[in-house]
């Protein structure tokens, strides 16, 4: 008896079942080890990967192409979930309580694992190396993919691709950019220390609390009146905390916030100033500070010549309509880290569905993905696979 299903929707099926298990059991940065160990026995049953692990919650399976020489390609998925209580009626809901796929990792990985299953049944007829890395800890400074390249997975990488599914843009359409796509999100604390004491009395204290509040207004200009406006850049104050009573000024007030910007010049300008404002502001006041700045992941840029070998494969698998100009985005992605190593691009797969009531926000208790955007990513992520471990990107493989 001959099977008559339609092995593209077999696979989609598949993917949609890895997907939903990996819902359903979510972890965090770092504890990725379920995750890890369901992503390597699915990957255990396809032919031909040679299967690591690079740090105890990710894996790395590596194909050789039978196709002779060609270029080295890492792919990558990234795996971890969100401290997020979820809030969908799905049956595939999040079990850990707290704990949620909110950002759609649990997408990304099995779109890869989809890619790994139909590519590792092309292996006779591809050249080159493909390395599927599952990356744990994305969300979470310093993140999975810097301690990946320290391990050593990105020496004879020649191209890197990552995809993520993108709730701002419809299903069935991909955003590709070339240049920055993705900004360096930085972070920041300052503490303002004064000398606290009555609330009746405050000529006898020095208020961090009204210096703070200068300081959050004051660092308003940096974005507004320092920075060349042609040149983009955020600057955040996300946390304001002191005081215990209505009566007591305290001694001191603690602030903390993000930075992000592309630019590597400006992104070293930004803390400079900061700093001779609290200082400045500060001092005027009689008080004193502490300024730390920690930088986060690089900015992502893509490579334009990858970026446009992409915009053919979307176009050649989804169709001419599918493929539009992304925005850039001020928000961050550890795949900078690979794209420090070797070129490559990182795109948005469409994943929302406004019919279907698909429209929520990423990291959010609602956060949802249309499904279809799956099967979107395996097929990219396959062709785009056949093009760029060809020596000449313009040809696929045969
Ligand atoms: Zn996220
Ligand atoms: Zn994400």
């Known amino acids: 008896m001959t099977s008559t299903l339609d092995p593209q929707t077999t696979l989609d099926d598949q993917v949609i079942t890895w997907r939903r298990h990996l819902h359903a059991n979510p972890e965090l940065s770092f504890q990725e080890h379920a995750t890890a160990d369901y992503v390597e026995a699915q990957l255990r049953a396809m032919p031909g990967l040679t299967l690591s692990r690079p740090t105890p919650t990710s894996v790395l399976a590596v194909l050789q192409g039978g196709g002779g020489p060609g270029r080295t390609l890492l792919m990558r998925a990234d795996m971890d979930a969100l401290p997020i209580q979820e809030d969908t009626e799905y049956a595939f809901a999040s079990k850990n309580d707290g704990v949620m796929h909110a950002c759609g990792h649990d997408g990304h990985t099995a779109m890869l694992l989809g890619a ?111 920075r060349d406006p042609l040149e983009p850049a955020v600057l955040s104050v996300t946390t304001i905390h002191a005081g215990t009573a209505h009566n007591i000024i305290p001694n001191a007030v603690q602030l903390s916030g993000t930075v992000r910007t592309f630019d590597p010049g400006l992104r070293e300008q930004i803390p400079q100033w900061m700093e001779r404002l609290i200082r400045g502001v500060t001092e005027g006041f009689g008080a004193a500070y502490t300024f730390e700045y920690e930088c986060g992941y690089r900015a992502t840029i893509n490579d334009p010549e990858i970026t446009e070998v992409l915009r053919g494969v979307v176009r050649d698998t989804l169709g001419e309509d599918a493929l539009v100009e992304a925005q850039p985005t001020m ?46 990513g395996v097929k990219v992520l396959v062709e785009a696979a056949r093009r760029l471990t060809v020596w000449d990107t313009g040809r696929p493989a045969t």
């Open 331 to 376: 928000g961050g992605e550890d795949f900078s880290a690979y794209l420090s190593e070797a070129p490559g691009a990182f795109m948005f797969i469409g994943a929302r569905n406004e019919d279907a009531g698909i429209t929520a926000p990423h990291h959010h208790p609602k956060f949802a993905i249309d499904e279809a955007a799956l099967g979107h």
């Open 116 to 226: 790994a299953q139909v590519l590792t049944g092309l292996a006779s007829q591809l050249p080159g190396e493909i390395r599927f890395i599952f990356q744990h800890a994305e969300e979470l400074f310093p993140g999975g993919g810097q301690q990946l390249v320290d391990a050593g997975i990105m020496r004879g990488v020649d191209v890197a691709i990552g995809a993520h599914l993108f709730s701002p843009i419809p299903v069935g359409l991909v955003a590709l950019k070339a240049g920055p796509l993705m900004a360096a999100p930085d972070t920041f604390t300052v503490t303002v220390t004064g000398r606290g004491g009555h609330g009746a009395m405050p000529h006898e204290t020095v208020d961090p609390i009204v210096i703070a509040c200068h300081i959050v207004t004051a660092l308003q200009a940096i974005v507004s009146r320092q």
